[in-house]
């Protein structure tokens, strides 16, 4: 049974631990998107719906930009809210100057993946606890003296007093 509880434990640890490498590669990314892009003024078109069974429904902005070099371009931000964007609102992106369609917020790039970060170090942490309250529970689990986990439920080597009473009532 502390076999199974601690390869639970283990995998709770893995997915802690994937989340929050999850969440770092994507606030690294758009950091560094933040850093190295070209920022300019857009306009929310659309709003694209994602309805996730865990998160509930999200909402992504379809935003209209000019880029630096003059082309228009349409793109989702990967950003998403719970709440709609107001369609014709002015919005500020960050855009790669390479390619333009990867493009986010300007203003929140900050939390993006910061949160999947720390929740699932928070995650790995609990998985990590468990497993070491496990571990301490079965290593202070009570002892038999004269007994090991392979000896047989119940002794065989026992000899009983001819005096001996069960204390069962006999029945004649």
């Avoid at 850093?35 to 929310?44: D, F, I, P, S, Y």
């Avoid at 930009?65 to 809210?81: H, M, S």
């Amino acid at each position: 049974m502390s076999t199974l509880l601690g390869a639970f434990a283990g995998l709770v640890v893995l997915i802690g631990l994937g989340m929050a490498v999850f969440g770092l590669i994507r606030w690294t990314s758009s950091r560094s998107l933040a850093n190295a892009g070209h920022r300019a003024t857009g306009v929310v078109v659309d709003n694209q719906m994602v309805s996730r069974q865990e998160r509930g429904l999200t909402f992504r902005p379809v935003v209209t930009f000019r880029t630096a070099d003059g082309e228009d371009v349409t793109t989702t931000i990967l950003q998403p809210r719970h709440r709609s964007y107001v369609v014709g609102r002015s919005i500020e992106v960050v855009y790669h100057p390479n390619n333009p369609t990867k493009a986010d917020l300007a203003e929140g790039y900050r939390s993006i993946g910061v949160p999947s970060a720390l929740g699932g170090l928070v995650i790995a942490a609990i998985g990590i606890g468990f497993f070491f309250l496990i571990q301490s529970a079965t290593d202070s689990a009570p002892t038999v003296p004269g007994f090991s986990s392979n000896a047989p439920q119940y002794p065989t080597n026992v000899t009983l007093p001819p005096n001996f009473q069960t204390g069962f009532p006999t029945f004649r």
